[in-house]
């Protein structure tokens, strides 16, 4: 392998930055995480917080499922209920009955601690100084701040580690196969369970997942009728409630469209820990209603697999075999967005970058300026998610429905497939080539998505005018031109389709905007969408499950054998993604348009900071009124959700 770069690097610390292209071959990722991209004091302090909420939703199902086994009433649990013991850290018996019953740590302004530039002891005094205004939450934050200290010495910056560190102390865990749902929705004890929870099943909210849940990103319009998804006229009407429409009518309305998983196609399932597990590859049909103005998605037909020898055709009249049907969607669902939509697309997509700048940018450089914020975190949280999160026998072998090796040659595929490279990539041409810009569907993922994208390219392009008057400029920029040809390099980033010609050109003004939104959006609003949808949506098995524990229904009589509830993962698999989601999606570390105080040299580039952070108020202020009449709640794309950088 080599590490070599196409040109002398500019930066004196360009030797810390090396590639690697075995992790996940052939994706450039970092070969060895320098010591200053270890995570901050306030990170800890978040991650860990978020842990102990974790680890007191398990300790109050302990509690709760010994008094069903007893036959109890669900009473309160006790304080020698809630105790955990974190000896194996050094630290003892834990009272976690004070901790509060939310993660919410705003009452006192982390963040404001390390703006200062204090190091983790000063850090440490500043906390505890401000203790007293949590009142209640005090003594859990002093339990972070212990946890935190600890962790550090032991050198653990995987947010994974310290999970186990620390909810591996519960010793009871659910176990065996459920007898009703409600046994997942007994997982959720502080921990509150997602708001679809109660109507995963309607075909409603079936549909709002495609436009506003975990992974908005796959729908497209129907241009030509797909023979694998035909379904009569007669059936057609019956479905809307609509006599006189028909399928050709809605293809030629443009009110097809279709959430296609072929990507899928060639998985291999596994069987690791609690096997056989299946993933599928689905298609499913989806129609919008006649009419104007913004309608909600309608599911008409769902085949289970590519094909059509295999896998009947099953619509919303099969009963059981329609709800088995739907499952294989979310199933596919899921797997699409861990391993393309999180994993691939944000998390591996922006971490060449992140290497380029740091190698071909001195830190004087106002490129280098504008993005290191954005960078932040993510080469130590990819760094972990290539070392555990994706290896043998962790979380993403265990919830999944592929093996391990098949799952790792999805992430590949989501950058090096014939559908994608980063031009295409950008949010405007994503959404015009799946044919989804018409208003006349309701999307609450694309609309607010644009309202940020356009936020986002506002602010570049009045940063990037104070710095280049010209395309001359950006062209005669020997450090730009290094760091974009570096990009593209086969001994460097192997970023497919950066540049104007897709292979590394850089010569103008308006392309280095777009190329600096793109980067930013995904490393702020992109990575937000799919990354907090995980603890607000995912947590709750039967509404996403990672995998499924029995093989796809070949017939409406089939599926009569077998209970959907056959279909979900057992229970320790569905502890285990509450756990491991409820961490990923629930640590919010630094905001978007929050950038440290003087991190901008100069008034102009301090009054076009003022503009984009007033718009991103205004976005929210849009978003919330959006919020307050749509079908479900789409939170993640609210600005103050959204933080800078991947950072976890």
């Excluded at 809605?250 to 072929?262: K, N, S, T």
């Excluded at 989501?414 to 949010?427: A, C, E, K, Q, V």
């Excluded at 929210?620 to 079908?631: D, E, M, S, V």
């Amino acid at each position: 392998m080599s590490t070599a770069a196409t040109a002398q690097p500019l930066n004196p610390n360009a030797s810390e930055y090396q590639y690697n292209y075995t992790y996940v071959s052939p994706l450039a990722m970092l070969q060895t995480l320098p010591k200053d991209q270890r995570p901050s004091f306030t990170w800890y302090l978040k991650v860990i917080w978020q842990v102990l909420h974790i680890a007191r939703n398990q300790l109050e199902w302990k509690w709760q499922q010994a008094q069903r086994e007893q036959g109890s009433s669900s009473a309160p649990a006790p304080a020698s209920a809630l105790t955990l013991d974190l000896g194996k850290l050094g630290l003892g018996q834990v009272d976690m009955s004070r901790m509060p019953k939310d993660g919410n740590l705003d009452a006192l302004n982390l963040e404001s601690i390390e703006e200062s530039g204090s190091p983790w002891e000063r850090a440490e005094g500043e906390l505890l100084k401000g203790l007293g205004e949590l009142g209640d939450k005090a003594e859990t934050l002093a339990h972070c701040e212990r946890i935190a200290r600890r962790v550090g010495q032991m050198n653990v910056t995987n947010p994974l580690e310290i999970l186990g560190l620390v909810v591996d102390a519960v010793l009871a865990k659910p176990k065996g196969r459920p007898n009703s749902l409600q046994d997942y929705l007994n997982l959720f004890t502080s921990v509150s369970p997602p708001w679809a929870a109660s109507s995963f099943q309607d075909d409603a909210t079936f549909a709002w997942m495609r436009v506003a849940g975990f992974n908005p990103l796959v729908i497209q319009k129907l241009t030509t009728l797909d023979p694998d998804l035909a379904i009569t006229d007669a059936q057609f009407q019956t479905l809307l409630e609509d006599a006189g429409d028909s399928v050709q009518q809605a293809l030629a309305e443009g009110r097809l469209f279709v959430a296609d998983y072929r990507a899928l196609a060639g998985v291999i399932n596994g069987n690791f820990p609690d096997g056989p597990k299946y993933c599928f590859a689905p298609k499913a049909l989806f129609s919008l209603p006649r009419g104007t103005g913004a309608r909600q998605l309608q599911p008409v037909a769902i085949r289970c697999g590519q094909d059509p020898r295999v896998y009947p055709l099953f619509t919303p009249e099969d009963g059981e075999a329609w709800q088995w049907a739907k499952t294989t969607v979310q199933v596919a669902d899921f797997n699409h967005h861990e391993m393309f939509s999180h994993l691939g697309r944000t998390h591996l997509l922006i971490e060449p970058f992140v290497i380029a700048t740091h190698r071909q940018l001195p830190d004087e450089h106002p490129v280098g300026q504008l993005l290191l914020p954005h960078f932040e975190g993510t080469l130590s949280i990819n760094d972990s998610a290539q070392s555990t999160l994706i290896a043998k026998g962790h979380q993403v072998d265990m919830l999944l429905g592929g093996t391990i090796d098949a799952d790792r040659a999805l992430a590949v595929q989501s950058l090096l497939g014939s559908d994608y490279d980063f031009n295409r990539g950008m949010l405007p041409k994503q959404l015009e080539l799946r044919g989804v810009t018409d208003e006349g569907l309701e999307y609450p993922y694309r609309d607010d998505a644009l309202l940020l994208w356009g936020a986002i390219e506002r602010w570049v392009r009045a940063y990037v005018g104070i710095h280049y008057a010209s395309d001359e400029a950006v062209a005669k920029d020997q450090a730009l031109q290094q760091w974009s040809a570096e990009l593209v390099a086969e001994e460097g980033g192997r970023v497919r389709g950066f540049g104007e010609d897709g292979q590394g050109k850089l010569s103008t003004v308006e392309y280095l905007v777009q190329a600096l939104t793109m980067i930013i959006f995904t490393s702020s609003a992109q990575h937000a969408a799919v990354n907090f949808a995980q603890a607000g949506l995912m947590t709750f098995t039967p509404l996403a499950p990672g995998a499924a524990y029995r093989a796809a229904p070949l017939s409406v009589a089939d599926a009569a054998l077998n209970p959907t509830l056959d279909q979900y993962p057992p229970l320790d698999m569905a502890a285990e993604q509450l756990d491991f989601l409820s961490l990923l999606g629930g640590v919010y570390y630094t905001r978007l348009g929050e950038y440290r105080p003087l991190w901008f040299k100069g008034l102009n580039v301090m009054a076009a900071l003022h503009t984009f952070k007033e718009e991103l108020k205004q976005i929210g202020q849009t978003i919330a009124q959006r919020n307050a009449n749509r079908y479900g709640p789409y939170p993640y794309l609210i600005p103050t959700n959204i933080p800078q950088s991947i950072n976890i």
